[in-house]
């Protein structure tokens, strides 16, 4: 069955420094693999997405992400975190099987503190 | 361009009663997906519809249900409710249902069961 584990929780960085969050994923086929981040009491915006080529993708805000297929991992980073940008953070696969739905992992709550 | 938008923003309902959830998709999309996020969890699919016909469901039970209409907004039917039921319920959309186009998503219903 496809899964995606995201094994942080919750993370704190200080203002201006970098940050990685990380993602595994199980799923037998080609991922499709997307970032999402959610504000309190808000929907789900697109960050980024992973569908071929080039493993390095870019996202807004300056996120980026690296898939590495040996790693089962599609790890999100930014060089120097704003205070605006403490959110959860969903990492997800997309399933096609009977349609095309998102499977996501459990979330990380990001704390920055000044 | 209008994005997705979800109605009603708040629910409160009884144990055992019937609720209607509304979403009305971002213009030129013809696939919309509902998904239920319980407190500290991510999204979990529910179903997706394509041209006003179910193309996909997760593992909810049946009196989970949905509608397309044609002009593909959608509800979602939820009866004889339970507390258990009490979440964030996202609406998101996409421009089609066979291939994984990037979905988006509403701000959501938030749902409590008392």
């Known amino acids: 069955a496809q899964s995606v584990t995201q094994p942080d929780i919750h993370i704190t960085v200080s203002e201006g420094a970098s940050l990685e969050l990380r993602c595994n994923y199980s799923y037998g086929a080609t991922p499709y693999l997307f970032w999402y981040v959610q504000s309190p009491g808000q929907g789900l915006q697109l960050l980024l997405k992973?569908?071929?080529?080039?493993?390095l993708v870019q996202g807004i805000k300056g996120f980026e992400a690296e898939f590495k297929r040996s790693q089962s991992s599609f790890n999100l980073r930014k060089p120097s975190v704003h205070w605006s940008d403490a959110a959860e953070y969903f990492c997800a696969v997309g399933v096609m099987e009977y349609g095309n739905k998102l499977v996501f992992g459990a979330g990380t709550i990001l704390r920055v503190k000044s | 361009e209008t994005g997705v938008t979800q109605s009603p923003t708040h629910l409160i309902k009884t144990r055992g009663q019937q609720v209607t959830l509304r979403c009305s998709s971002q213009?030129?999309?013809?696939?919309v997906s509902w998904y239920q996020q319980a407190l500290g969890q991510g999204p979990q699919f529910i179903f997706q519809?394509?041209?006003?016909?179910?193309?996909g469901r997760g593992n909810f039970p049946p009196r989970f249900s949905g509608l397309q209409f044609p002009n593909y907004s959608s509800e979602l039917n939820v009866n004889a409710l339970e507390l258990d039921d009490s979440a964030l319920y996202l609406c998101?959309?996409?421009?089609?249902?066979?291939?994984?186009?990037?979905?988006?998503f509403g701000p959501g219903t938030r749902l409590t069961v008392t």
């Open positions: 519809y394509y041209r006003e016909e179910e193309n």
């Open positions: 998101a959309s996409s421009f089609v249902a066979g291939e994984n186009n990037e979905q988006y």
């Open positions: 992973y569908f071929s080529g080039d493993t």
């Open positions: 213009s030129g999309h013809n696939t």
